[in-house]
Every structure is written in structure tokens, then in C-alpha cells.
């Protein structure tokens, strides 16, 4: 039996001896094996119950996946409270796939999604709509309050959660974060001490105009990797939260950080709560400075490779929404298209646009008018994951377009900014 | 030939070749595209932002790294790859391991038995010194060869 180097209440010793069976002694010492590397001393009981699991997709190379869930589930466990996911893979009524697309998704790469649903399900899943990225957004309800503690995965979310919401998370593994919700417990060290919420980097924002989120994300994402920037100059661009237009801000932001580097919590001068509660008391005496400036966002902009096979090519698909977009920017992109196809003189987009939102948030997107004139401009409107449809050898081999960082890194996509995907879309320009 | 002493996360003896990324190793971006594959053989890297590992074959080599980044799926496509036998044998950290890395590795062991070998805090010196191609040699006691 492991050897733990942190203290465990009987219980939890117990846990880990195999009194309450091996499938759930095995998860403990996943847990404990991963506290002790990084010191901690204990473990802490989850306040914020309901997860957020990353694993979404019933692909067939995850050959571990299916038997540990199965092992799970013959344990008889589950997530006390449930627990979210992120997105499907796929969306044949909203994102169009050719019978070939179909074929492979459905037999050979996306071959395991009905039975790791069903698997998902027997431990608890959250309900039909529980699959998205932003499972805290108000609509979803999946939201922590500053101070609780959390098990919870996916990158987006992690960053969100303890930078926007003042939640304590840290970056859990898949799998982990899974084992940590079922036995509402989480390894205390990182991001769940006060120590490790402190930054290593001051950000200094000197822009001439508000920064693209999607590019200063990824620029501090590259330049920081996994240490806790604390960025100055930023809020007099953004209104106080819980505005909805800086939550989407922030939420693209954060995804950048945690894709192109390795971000987990960031602090935003005047703006987020413990950057509003602590100011630069956040800051290590010996943090680094990074300057942020126009030509420095140019130079990380133009440094993304095009991967492409036909640089020219006109796009295939745009994807718009990784993560998944707010009831806001959904309003915010709608007026914009119509604006432009009437600048344009166009009726319909040039390019397939799918436009991805959380179920919940799609649902209340079309109770409202805005959903018929965001319809007419020939835009789709999917729960889709943007990523696990693109990142795949049949899809990936297509030109495909987005606004999103995130998207970019994992896939072929190409990136432009949104005032540049937009004049592409209603036919201002050619990609 | 250089030496260099880390921390032991899980100890194992390896003489084989090094593969090194001097910037965060993004696994998912560079396992993806091989592990999609039902007939991979050999993971050939596909991040496209990693100009140092970008078309490297890594599979049974001594992966050389500051740490790994990116998607929250990490350390399950760690796992994914090794109970594949496709991974990396032996993770390389200059500085501390990251919370990902370490749950793969950990993954690996505890649910499907395959043991890679880790070791982290070999110094930045390290990163210098290693080159793709260079022969590695471990020892048990975290003692790290190169050249």
C-alpha cells in the first residue's frame, strides 16, 4: 500500500486501505500520490460539490477511459451533486457533415460517444444539457462563490473559476478531477493556498485601445507558461463585473492564457476580486515585468503559423465560440453581422459560421428576437465542441476560421481577429 | 558526458535518446494527432507551435522539458498514450513538475500499471546542455546522463 507523506483523517486512511473497496482505495491514492508531489499536507473536504469534467468525447483512442469508468460504476459511484462537461464532439442538425465526415465520426474516431454518455450518466451527469465549457455562466448555474473549493478540470473553466469567481481550483488532470469530486476531497496546495494565488508577473498593459482578449491571452499565456500574472492597465478598458461584456472578455481572455501557456488564475488590477481586495500585496516581492504594448500584441499575432495546406484557400467553415459564447456576445455578433450584410449589400454570410453556446444559453438566446435576425443572416447556432470537431484528421484538413486562440492551438484552424473574421463573413473581404 | 541529479518522482533505470522541447510541451497539441490513430505506432509531434518537437518522433525516447501546458485532458492523454505503449519512457522536468504531467504519470502507474519514469528539478542547465538526438542514460537514483 502507498505510503502517504500528508496527514489523512481515519476515514480517509481507511478509504485508501481498501475499506470501502479497491476501485475507491485506488482513486485515493491517485489523489494522495498527487498532493504529496506538490507537498501538501492534507486533503480538503469540496465546498463547491457539483464538478466540471473535461472529458466529453467518446473517442475511441481513449482505450483507459472506458474500462475505469466501468470500473466506477460497478463500485456503485458517483458525484454527490453531479456534475458538468464539456461540449459534444458532434451536431449533425446544426454544423453539416458529409456522409463520408459521418462515417469515420460515427464508427471509427466518436465510435464510444452513446456508451460514454451512458457511462457519464450512471455517475451522475448533470442532465441532456450539461455539456459545455462554461458551465458557470448564470444560465447554466454550475457556479462556484469565492472561497469554495473545487475539483474540477478544463482549462477555461479552471482559470474562470479562480479568477473571475475568486474559486479555488486547481489545474486537475481529467480523471482526476473526476476522482476528486466522487470522494469530495481535493489535495491542498497551488491555487487552494494563499501563497500559491500570489503573482510572479506583473503585466503592464500601455495599449493605445482595448487589447483583443484572444491575443493578450495568449501573450501572456506564452510568456508566464503556469505562474500567476497580475495585470495592470487592463480595467480602464473593461466596466466593474459582473458586467456581461467583461465576462466575456475575461472568459476569452483566460482561455488564451490557458491554452498558449499554462494559466491558472489570474488577478486583473481593480477588477478581480482579490486583485480588488489585495492589490499588489498579490505580487512576490522578486515578480517579473512584462510590458504589453501595440507592437508587442503585432509580433505575438504575427508569430501563429499558418497551417493550411492551400493558404488561399477560401474557408471551409468559421467556428466562433471556444469557449463557448455569452447570451451577450451572442447579441453582440448578431448586430454586427447585420450591420455588416447591410454595408455589404449582401443577404447571407460567405463562409458556414457556427456560433457555439452552452444549451442553456442557446435556449434563452431563442426565446429572443435577436435569434430570427441572427437566423437570417445565414449564421448556425450549436452546443457543439469547436475543438473536438477540428482537431481530427477529416475535418482538420480543412480551411477552417476562428476568433478563438484556443481553437487555433489545438487544431489547423486559422486565427483573425474579430473585426477581420466579421468583414470576411458578410463579404467586406476574402479570407 | 554531463550529469545532472533530480528528484525522483518515479525512479526507473533507461539508456535510449532524448527528445527535448525548450519551451512548455503542450500534450494534447502534440500527442493528438498520432493517438487519434487506432494503428499508431510512434507518436509523431503535432504541435504546430512547437518548433522544436514539431515532426520529432518521441515514443520510448526520454521526453526533456521545462514542464507541459495546455488542455486540462493532459494528463488523461498522458494515460491514454502509455497504456497504448506509445509514450514517451521517461519524462524530464528542468524545473518541478506540473500538476498534469503528474497526473498522467500517476494515472499510468496506479490504473494501468505501465511505469514511466519521472524526474523533475534537473535545472535549467539542463535544457542548455540536452540536444534531440543525444544519448540518455538514468539511473534510479535520479542521476541523469547525457552525451
Known sequence: ?431 | MKEFKGRVIFGGAFKGEAAVSHQGFNTLASFEKSALSSTCKDIIISDQNNPDLYGVHVTGKALCLPMTIGSTTGGMVIQTVASRGLAPAAWLFASDIDSLAASGIILSRVWNKVPLIAIDRLGVDFLVEVKTGDRIEIREDGTVLVG
Open chain 1, 1 to 431: 500500500m502507498y505510503e502517504p507523506k500528508m496527514t489523512l483523517t481515519d476515514e480517509e486512511k481507511g478509504t485508501l486501505a481498501g475499506q470501502e473497496g479497491e476501485t475507491k482505495a485506488k482513486m485515493m491514492e491517485c489523489l494522495v500520490r498527487y498532493g504529496d508531489l506538490f507537498g501538501a499536507k492534507r486533503l480538503l473536504p469540496v465546498t463547491h460539490k457539483q464538478g466540471h469534467f473535461v472529458t466529453s468525447f467518446g473517442i475511441n483512442m481513449l482505450k483507459p477511459v472506458f474500462p475505469l469508468m466501468d470500473d466506477l460504476i460497478a463500485a456503485g459511484l458517483k458525484c454527490p451533486e453531479g456534475f458538468t462537461v464539456d461540449p459534444r464532439p458532434l451536431d449533425y442538425a446544426n454544423v453539416k457533415a458529409g456522409p463520408l465526415e459521418k462515417f469515420v465520426f460515427d464508427h471509427f474516431i466518436y465510435g464510444q460517444q452513446a456508451h460514454y454518455e451512458e457511462q457519464l450518466t450512471k455517475i451522475g451527469l448533470s442532465g441532456k444539457d450539461a455539456f459545455t465549457c462554461t458551465c458557470y455562466l448564470r444560465e447554466v448555474g454550475n457556479t462556484p462563490k469565492e472561497g469554495d473549493i473545487l475539483s474540477w478540470a478544463e482549462s477555461s473553466a479552471v482559470v474562470y473559476a479562480n479568477s473571475v469567481l475568486g474559486a479555488r481550483c486547481n489545474r486537475n488532470s481529467g480523471i482526476l478531477e473526476m476522482f476528486g469530486t466522487i470522494l469530495g476531497k481535493a489535495p491542498e496546495f497551488g491555487f487552494l493556498t494563499d501563497e500559491g494565488r500570489k503573482a510572479a508577473w506583473r503585466i503592464l498593459v500601455k495599449t493605445t485601445k482595448r487589447p483583443e482578449a484572444q491575443i493578450l491571452g495568449s501573450a501572456i499565456g506564452m510568456k508566464v507558461l503556469a505562474e500567476v500574472p497580475y495585470v495592470e492597465g487592463l480595467d480602464r478598458y473593461l466596466k466593474p463585473l459582473p458586467d456581461e461584456d467583461t465576462i466575456g472578455y475575461l472568459k476569452d481572455f483566460g482561455a488564451a492564457t490557458a491554452s498558449n501557456g499554462a494559466v491558472g488564475l489570474y488577478h486583473i488590477a481593480g477588477l478581480t476580486p482579490e486583485a480588488k481586495r489585495l492589490g499588489e500585496a498579490l505580487l512576490v516581492p522578486e515578480a517579473r515585468t512584462y510590458l504589453i504594448d501595440d507592437a508587442e500584441l503585432e509580433r505575438v499575432y504575427a508569430s501563429y503559423p499558418l497551417m493550411w495546406k492551400h493558404p488561399h484557400a477560401k474557408a471551409h467553415k468559421c467556428f466562433i465560440g471556444c469557449p463557448h459564447l455569452t447570451l451577450k456576445q451572442l447579441n453582440d455578433w448578431t448586430d454586427k453581422m447585420t450591420a455588416g450584410l447591410r454595408e455589404s449589400g449582401k443577404k447571407k454570410l460567405a463562409v458556414y459560421s457556427v456560433f457555439t453556446a452552452a444549451p442553456a444559453v442557446a435556449e434563452e438566446f431563442k426565446k429572443t428576437p435577436k435569434y430570427q435576425e441572427f437566423l437570417a443572416t445565414g449564421a448556425h447556432l450549436s452546443s457543439i465542441c469547436p475543438l473536438m470537431y477540428t482537431n481530427n484528421p477529416i475535418a482538420g484538413k480543412k480551411p477552417i476560421m476562428t476568433t478563438s486562440n484556443k481553437l487555433r492551438t489545438y487544431s489547423m484552424s486559422r486565427y483573425y481577429k474579430d473585426d477581420a473574421a466579421l468583414a470576411i463573413l458578410v463579404g467586406k473581404e476574402r479570407n
